[in-house]
């Protein structure tokens, strides 16, 4: 039985006092919560959003990595840097990362290889474009992502991963995949992990991810083969983000 991941991706959101203040607002709401939690605030509010959320079930994440462990790599954060700043998880892959700052599958699973290594757990991201969609490549552009970012996933760590099916054309466009499009993506994916990771495939979540708000959280996460999700947009306000962890 996976057990529900919902993960909140602030992207370049929230100021320090703001992430703490959505934490002190968001905390009660969700006191009950079965499923695991994670929010990733930008760089600067991890320590502090860190701390506001110690010894609540919510855990830190981060929205990003360089897999090297230090050394002349201006702007870049490494993993141990990470770890000691409280994280949990790192969001890899992003499609923002993969379009918008040119990130390849090869240098995406050295991340991921890294984030292991520093003992932390990926969430890496594969989803396809409108163009490869309407051109019928949905399934193609999925194995290739998944062939080139899980590479180098460490022996016995396959069933800690989790993966973030966001198609590109529901990020942010309040175009949301329908729950059966989506379920189809998934249950592709899952027999890819089956085929690579074999009976570790079945403990390993796949979150969707792409327009997902209060109201159609239910029924996407009552899909067989969707274990979570992965929030942009309705996740900065703290009663949106509670009620798509309630859903
Ligand atoms: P939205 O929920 O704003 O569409 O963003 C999805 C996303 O990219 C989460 O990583």
């Known amino acids: ?54 010894g609540s079930p919510v855990a830190l994440a981060a929205q990003n990595v360089h897999d090297e462990a230090q050394g002349a790599f201006t702007g870049e954060v490494a993993p141990s840097m990470l770890a000691e700043a409280g994280c949990q998880w790192v969001i890899v892959g992003h499609s923002e990362r993969r379009h918008l700052f ?39 552009v999925l194995e290739t992502q998944l062939d080139g970012s899980l590479a180098d996933v460490p022996s016995g760590h396959a069933a800690d991963l989790v993966l973030a099916y966001e198609p590109v054309w529901a990020i942010g466009t309040g175009r949301t995949a329908t729950p059966d499009g989506a379920q189809e993506a998934h249950a592709m994916i899952r027999g890819w992990l089956r085929g690579r990771f074999a009976d570790d495939a079945g403990a390993i979540r796949i979150q969707y991810g792409g327009s997902v708000k209060p109201d159609n959280a239910a029924e996407l996460l009552a899909q067989p083969d969707i274990d979570g999700a992965l929030v942009g947009g309705a996740s900065l306000d703290p009663e949106s983000f509670a009620r798509i962890v309630r859903a």
């Open 102 to 140: 040119g990130e390849r599958d090869a240098f995406i699973a050295r991340k991921v290889a890294a984030v292991f290594a520093a003992g932390m757990r990926p969430i890496v991201c594969v989803g396809e474009t409108l163009d490869e969609r309407e051109a019928g490549r949905t399934f193609a």
């Open 1 to 54: 039985m996976r057990r529900r991941f919902l993960a909140a991706n602030w992207k370049m959101h929230k100021s320090i006092a703001e992430a703490v203040a959505f934490a002190k607002d968001f905390l009660p709401r969700i006191a009950w919560a079965e499923h695991e939690v994670a929010i990733a605030p930008p760089f600067p509010a991890l320590s502090a959003l860190g701390h506001a959320l110690a």
